[in-house]
């Protein structure tokens, strides 16, 4: 049962911290996604990926967060320095075509405080 | 641009009422796909269906059936007899074609079954 993995399942931070969200994306699976959701704006894409080269990251504040995926076996998303503000859960989900349909892992919920 | 209206916040049945939960959408583009998603108390995200903007047979798998209306832009989930492990939150999303796959969700539809 192929599933996409997520670590770490919770993380709680202080404001200015860096942190490191890991993603295991289904093998064979060739896009990679990276959503947020929280209560006031939902669920809002951050990142994308097609065979690990970056095709949209419009949803992702700049300054602060990186996404990558340095093997097609894993995809990370780096927000330094963190603020309370990115306190969210953090989803990642992989797919591959046609469709695309995304298959979604646990999710990272981080609490910065 | 895309957008996904689930204008239903909130709906609670008691168990074995069917329910229709609302799906309305905006796109430009001519190929694109809809989804539905459920989210239960847990919190994972459970993929339930895909179309594409080509196929609009209604389908129905067990309890769930989903009605595409391209004329009214709508992909509405109905539940039949509902029961209270369907108590969560459920998304309709929208992809675009090739190249833009990523989901436009919209705001999720709350639905409690109570015994």
């Known amino acids: 049962d192929a599933r996409v993995t997520q670590t770490p399942r919770d993380k709680v931070t202080e404001m200015g911290q860096e942190v490191t969200m890991r993603c295991q994306p289904i093998?064979?699976?060739?896009?990679v996604f990276w959503y947020r959701q929280t209560m006031m704006q939902g669920l809002e894409l951050l990142a994308y990926f097609r065979n690990r080269a970056p095709l949209d990251d419009s949803g992702m504040p700049k300054d602060r967060f990186s996404a990558e995926m340095p093997d097609a076996t894993l995809a990370t998303l780096k927000i330094q320095p963190s603020e309370p503000r990115d306190s969210a859960v953090y989803f990642c989900a992989s797919g591959s075509p046609p469709g695309d349909t995304q298959y979604f892992g646990p999710g990272t919920r981080l609490t910065v405080l | 641009a895309q957008k996904v209206t689930q204008a239903q916040t909130e709906i609670s049945v008691v168990e074995k009422e069917d329910v229709t939960l609302d799906c309305v959408y905006e796109?430009?583009?001519?190929?694109?796909?809809l989804f539905w998603y459920k989210q239960p108390p847990s919190g994972e995200l459970v993929f339930l269906i895909r179309?594409?903007?080509?196929?609009?047979q209604n389908e129905i798998s067990g309890r769930y059936s989903w009605n595409f209306q391209k004329s009214t832009s709508s992909f509405n989930f109905t539940i039949t007899a509902s029961q209270v492990v369907d108590s969560a939150v459920y998304f309709c999303a929208l992809s675009g074609p090739m190249g833009r796959r990523a989901l436009t969700f919209g705001s999720g539809t709350r639905l409690q079954v109570q015994p």
């Open positions: 796109t430009r583009d001519t190929t694109y796909y």
């Open positions: 093998l064979g699976h060739n896009t």
């Open positions: 179309r594409n903007s080509f196929d609009e």
